[in-house]
């Protein structure tokens, strides 16, 4: 075997027309060098469409009379058409999987060849008519990279060679172990190039992979036809090993062909092992034990060749640290595995679990059967002697609809390639259709009903949305969840309750992820010397670049000794919220596997359970190893911060996987405080024998109640401890006590202005003297507490008399960022209500088909619940104008909605992509509604996904605007009374597995509040908020602020303040959109940081009021005041 690996020449063809200028038959003068195996975009950085390669050979072998010439790919990414010597030899379309080609008519042996390959590397345009959205592609993004998707790559990018082989050899083997008798049937496909049968005869021996003696072997005689044919042989053993996790147990079954009278002799050899995985009363059992899966998926991406790591060991990596951590699966979704990385899961008792590119995000299109089957296809046929690979996937997050139905559909092909594995329809169950089954157990030929409620009677369920359960489909059995964080109860009740009312309930998905470490990031790219303009890199660099400038123009270099010591303490973090995640899970019982999101900070995210370039996070190899351990404590504290002499709830679980049987198991439980210990409880967990028939659960409750705890401010200790028969792991759980007592007193008087009676009362009974503004008069400079009143507003006057007061001196606390919003004023008759949350995305980019000044416009949008009332109406007959743009999902069919208007439907199965002929593109409907009564009633409903909509136009018969909704509008408003030039945006920041971390200053604000640093969730709680103020003026200081890294965002990177000063006149106002008063009395965090605000205004504020500035008048006018 020749190795064709190394530098090869590389040119782009952008305009497509190397074929017809014959490229294939010199190397191009401006090629470059370009790494095989590698991708273009290596050499090529952001180029995508037609490359062209091209290498140059002498054959090492030459080719007897009876032999070929036969020219490996391991992989092309993802049309490859090949030429030699000029001459073309063939292609393959395909981006994961291995192609041979004969060149036995157009090599010269003895001499210099040419080698060249035309590559496709499709892109939203099509070539030859082909897009990437209608190829297996998993979420690679061509046009507006964000993190979270993949990179749009392509080129060889695999190994190559040359090899000289017999006419007449083997091309297949299929081992098959049988666990049930000990026998290997072996499948062997030999290939004829002679164009007559010819009679020969093969012969399988079976031994240890590891290498010894010949443990049987077969033979068999026939007859080779041309082209392919197939034989069987048996093996059988009267004695195996089973492969297994602890005992990864491999055979070798090799084949020799002997055929043409000794003329024609091949031979191969491939690994297998005995082994089954199937689902039996909704659980896994391997090797007919019920295990529990403990899984995580890869999307295989590494820096700088994206899907190929220029280091060896990142893959070889993964994989030590899965198997060291406690994992026994690795799930490689929506992308096939690298060869090798099958080999090594194979020796180290890793069970695999494969989907293929076309599992995720593939267009429906007439090619879409086809190229979804041959993705398949090819899948199964490379990968199917691995005993590793334990469960084939066909889908990912797909919405019910052609490429499910398919899907569905292919479970025959699979079964013809392969019946000895479990296969898995759809991970998430994003369909909805729990009438078709999730599973096909190793044999069956059917979609078979063992999660969640499936059954063949089950209806559909609902798709709507929800964030507390975010990517969850009510009852479905293969779930994915990705709820808001920090999770708040009803979240923290659902992961704990996830099938508790119907069968078990696979959870494919959820995690909760860091920043990612784009700083340490950035010094590896220079460290290993990669070139500063790839994508992944100057991604990379940029991200760091802007959280630093962030960092100092915010003030906050105080708070760490540099700022990567912020994305560290993130990634710490992250491990206690991954140890959460496993109490949550491992004490429910009804949940069978976990597979957590994700094994590394893949797609340039922080994601993942170690970095992008294979190092772990702070701690969490720790929680990995406590969290998948057979034998666990699940600990839960409710609240994790409460008062001294305050009721806490402490519930105790034990995670069980059959390590104790029946019987009784001392247990002490423990409180333990800065001085000691404040609450030991003894008990005995009893274990029942189960019924006859029956396995115990997984999972078991061990005690729960509230219990008054007392003793000073600090962290306090929740310890499990069995004292005899077992050793469970994860029983420690930390959580905050605080005294009332400490909670500093407001000496000075409060001025309250929209702040609600209960607010009120509180301030009272903490001694704080208050007024309603107005209502008194004082010639003193004030502290006024502003709340978000309804009556706010439209409170024009109330507004100026607050500005009159904060511009002679007075100091204004606006605790909630909702009270600058303005009611509604944007309609000209009528009144417009929304009748459900709007949800508002807000971005921008370019849309193509609009106007420039239509852009902000249709970036921007509401979604999920979209509902409208608009009534008191003029009878008359009026045009209803709905805009749509998708700036999110890039593809077909995976958002779709219906629109009903009075009740009657007037878009159905609406895909806005389909509409507007792509993404980022604008298109309107317009309908003609008679008002009913003096109302219109507009109601979107959910198919796949959320609806989605830009803006809502309303005219009158004689085509005038009388009601206008917009979301960018709607973002506007939310800042209408702040009292700046530039007001910004109250943006919400979706904060779930990529998330914001939120950095308070060393400030006396948090004064006795654990930091200065990021606001640790456990500590704060409800306080911290979803709400970031962005776009306004530069503050006079900023007090605290939020920063993501490696968010779902283009760029990568997401800041906002969120608790700022600003100077306005003689006085100031503070901004902040932390949840504090809407928690007080029962957050800690929330009284504390209230106390401290009003304190430091107080400080802010002293002496008498002075005279309002010179042209105060005008300064109003200039921020939009009218009156």
Known sequence: MQSLNGTWKLALDSKNIGRQEQWFAAVRPEAQDAPVPGIIQQVFPDCYGVAWYWRTFTPQQNAGSDERYLLSFNAVDYIADVWVNGQPVGGHEGSETPFVLDVTGAIEPGQENLLAVRVLNPTDDPIDGVKLAEIPHRNKEAREYMPGRSYNVGGIIDRVTLTAAPAVRITDIFARPQCSDGSIPVTVTVHNDTGKPV???????????????????????????????????????????????????????????????????????????????????????????????????????????????????????????????????????????????????????????????????????????????????????????????????????????????????????????????????????????????????????????????????????????????????????????????????VTINFLKNLGKDTKPVFLSEYGIGSMLNVIRGTRKYEEWGARPDLSDATLFRTMAEKLENDWKRWGLEGTYAFTEHLLHDSEALHARWRSLGFDLIRCNPKICGFNLTGILDHGITGEGAWRFWREWKPGICDVLSDGWAPLRWCLFVDPMHGYAGRRFKIEVHLANEGVLGAGEYPVRLAVQGPKGKVWEKRLTLTIAKPPKGQEPPLAMPVFCEEVELSGPAGEYLLAAEMEHGGAPTAGRKTFFISDPASLPKVDKAVTLFGVDERVEEWLKSRGVKVRRMGKTRSTEKQVILVGSSPSLQKDEAGWRKLLDLIARGSVAVFAYPDCFARGEENQKVGKLERKCAFKTSVRTFPVENAAEEEWEVFSNEYWDGIHYLISELPNDTYKVELGFCEGYQPTLDMRVFNVEINGKRVLEDFDIVKEAGGWKRALTRSFDVPSRKGEIEIKFGHVKSAPSLCRLRVYNGKGKLVVEDAAVVQGRNTTYWLPLQKCGQVQRFADWLYHKECVAKRHPVFDGIKGPGIMDWDYYGPVISNRLLVDQDEPEEVLAAAFATGYATPGGYASGIMMAVHRFGHGRFILNTFNILENVDSSPAADRLTVNLLNYAAGLAEGKLEELPRNFDETLKALGYTQ
């Open 199 to 489: 009679e020969g005869q093969l012969a399988a021996v079976v031994g240890q992979a590891a290498g010894g003696s010949t443990l049987t072997e077969a033979a068999v005689s026939g007859r080779f036809d041309p082209g392919d044919s197939t034989h069987e042989l048996v093996l059988k053993l009267d004695e195996f090993e089973r492969w297994d996790l602890d005992n990864p147990a491999l055979y070798r079954v090799e084949v020799e062909l002997t055929a043409g009278d000794g003329r024609f002799v091949h031979s191969r050899m491939v690994r297998c092992g005995f082994r089954e995985l199937c689902i039996k009363d909704g659980y896994f059992h391997l090797n007919g034990r019920r295990i529990f899966l403990k899984s995580t998926h890869t999307g295989n991406h590494f820096p700088i060749a994206q899907i190929r790591p220029v280091d060896p060991d990142l893959m070889r990596r993964d994989c030590i640290m899965l198997k060291a951590s406690g994992y026994n699966c690795i799930r490689f979704i929506a992308g096939m595995s690298l060869a090798e990385q099958m080999d090594f899961c194979d020796e180290l008792g890793l069970m695999v679990y494969e989907e293929c590119l076309a599992g995720w995000c593939l267009a429906d299109s007439p090619d879409m059967k086809r190229r979804f089957d041959l993705s398949v296809r090819e899948m199964v046929l490379r990968d199917r002697n691995h005993p590793s690979i334990t469960i084939w996937g066909l889908l990912n997050e797909t919405p019910d609809g052609p490429v499910f139905r398919h899907a569905v559909d292919t479970l025959g092909l699979v079964r013809s390639l392969d019946n000895t594995r479990l296969v898995l329809l759809a991970s998430g169950r994003w369909d909805c259709q729990p009438s078709i089954g999730s599973v096909s157990n190793p044999g069956s030929d059917t979609w078979q009903y063992e999660w969640g409620i499936e059954g063949p009677n089950a209806k559909a369920v609902i798709n709507t949305w929800d964030l507390n359960h975010g990517g969850y489909f009510d009852k479905m059995g293969d779930a994915h969840a990705y709820p808001a964080v920090p999770h708040p109860p």
